[in-house]
């Protein structure tokens, strides 16, 4: 039996989504900007907030000697795949590749949740204007206030994104377990650069996470009835059978 037009080429990506509770989006993001400004409103109480806490201190110097060549290496490049810089263009490329698959469930929830990365990052780096480490020289890309890490907010929430539609169309757990590596990689590595206070990753972790969990939500667990974004047609319905004569 032939398939569909486009049937086989949509089932690798996984069954369709319905259409996201938008109510969702807003509240998450809503509880995701709260969250990041309350946890960073109080260490800024605290009183360490532009010198750092004790322990964050003694944290980044016991990480400055340097690792072995080849480690210092990873270390270093490991943080552009958590940075908007480049998940922005490849969110970029992977929605328009999955409008021409038809699939404009996936799409939307990819762009969704970069763009909700990207503004929060922006918003709570400009509300809370913390200054970064200077307890040694920092190595690599860094922009902008020091909390909460961009990093750790992006890799978390859009590489987490990234992990589910794989997990979505495989049934395979890898795509999870390596989202999570890379995530607590690229954290560690924020930190053996010197580039962020350890709470400022905290921070964007607690943001991050609020944020993947808030558009999981939306986009896949309660969505509302599908809206026939990426639905094979439906067969038409069967000839009525003709009733016998007595």
């Not at 795509?175 to 890379?182: C, D, G, M, S, W």
């Amino acid at each position: 039996m032939t398939p569909e037009p486009g049937t086989t080429r949509r089932a690798r990506l996984g069954p369709p989504l319905g259409r996201p509770r938008w109510s969702f989006v807003v509240l998450g993001y809503l509880l995701a900007l709260l969250g990041g400004w309350a946890y960073g409103a109080g260490l800024r109480a605290g009183g360490d907030w532009h010198t750092g806490a004790r322990w964050e201190h003694t944290l980044l110097l016991t990480l400055r000697p340097r690792a072995p060549e080849a480690l210092d290496a990873v270390l270093y490049a490991i943080p552009w795949a958590g940075t908007n810089l480049t998940l922005g263009p490849l969110v970029a490329v992977l929605a328009v590749w999955l409008l021409w698959q038809r699939r404009r469930d996936l799409a939307t929830w990819l762009v969704v949740a970069e763009l909700g990365v990207l503004s929060l990052n922006w918003l709570l780096k400009h509300l809370l204007e913390r200054e970064r480490p200077n307890l040694f020289e920092r190595v690599g890309w860094f922009g902008w206030a020091s909390y909460p890490s961009g990093h750790a907010m992006s890799s978390l929430a859009v590489l987490g994104t990234f992990a589910i539609l794989a997990h979505r169309a495989t049934g395979r757990r890898w795509p999870l377990v390596a989202a999570i590596v890379t995530s607590v990689v690229i954290s560690c590595s924020r930190l053996y650069h010197g580039v962020h206070w350890p709470t400022d990753l905290i921070g964007g972790t607690i943001v991050g996470l609020v944020w993947l969990l808030a558009t999981w939500f939306a986009f896949v667990l309660v969505p509302d009835a599908p809206d026939g974004a990426g639905v094979p047609p439906s067969s038409p319905p069967a000839p009525p059978v003709p009733r016998a004569e007595a």
